[in-house]
């Protein structure tokens, strides 16, 4: 079957009830496994119709043989039945499953989640499973892909995020799309119950337990405007308040926020939109510390600031016996950056 090759392209296919016999889901990003797996489940099967029809196995306690051997059964009491394999990156073996392939039993939706790994699409029984079913790869979002991956999210269940609120969730969670939901579902059911359709700095600074005035996004535009005050303000902040600080997190935040300012000399043209287009981020975080960063720093400075964020990262982690509190090293790194 021609399958559909996007997380997008697959919800819809299977919310008009076009499953397909097998789907392989794979890759690094755990969430659309997770989801894609469960819409499937939800199109094919009511609740009342997953005792009797609804075998879940682990990729580490079964083999293909017994995946067979589920996925021969016929239904009960419904149309249709599911197999679901998940952790399938430890089973041993796929061999059998082409034979399975050519000969499927019509009524049985088996589903592999193969986490953190793909699978090896040169194999024949990768082309199999392509020739008969759907294999997604569930890739990680890049940086640039998390502001859009927060409004849509929120927009689906119509509410609105102010393009600041957006920055510092982006920047408080990360990439990890399955915390990010969970995060930005809180944020939901604590919205106000006068009616209010809009997520603010205020709601996730009450929820998250992060300053809206002092954290990694406030601290990138102090240090794009150069603002020794201010960037001392939030790293005292942070020294005040280590529940609220992780070096981890603010000098991943730090190294690519600096390696977008590089990417920035090298644009062929200087306008706002056009530098935003070149290094994957949205104008308004151009016009708020990108622009700034790339007038204020030469790109030899911005070379050395990297280059001191990674040998900041290494003695966080007690290379060469470095013993240094982080939030020392915090304060060290950003005097470097200023100076």
Known sequence: MAAPKTYEEILRSIKTQKVAPVYYLMGEEDYYIDRLSGDIVDAVLSKEERDFNLDIVYGAETNVDKVIDLAHAYPMMAERRVVLVREAQALRSLDGLESYLKHLTPTTVLIFCHKHGKLDMRKSVAKAIQQTGVVFESR???????????????????????????????????????????????????????????????????QTGMSREFNDFELQAALAARNVYRANQIIKYYQGNPRSFSIVRTLTNLFTFFSDVMLAYYAPEKTDNSIAAWIGKNEWKVRQDVGPARRNYTGVKVMQILGEIRKTDAKSKGVGGCRTPHEELLQDLIFFILH
């Open 140 to 206: 990680k979002l890049y940086d640039n892909q998390l502001p859009p991956f927060i409004s849509q999210y929120f927009r689906q269940q119509g509410v609105d995020i102010e393009p600041q609120a957006v920055q510092m969730l982006a920047g408080y969670v990360g990439s990890d799309l399955s915390r990010l939901t969970a995060e930005m579902d809180k944020l939901l059911l604590a919205l106000p119950k006068d009616g209010s359709r809009v997520v603010g700095t205020e709601l996730i600074e009450q």
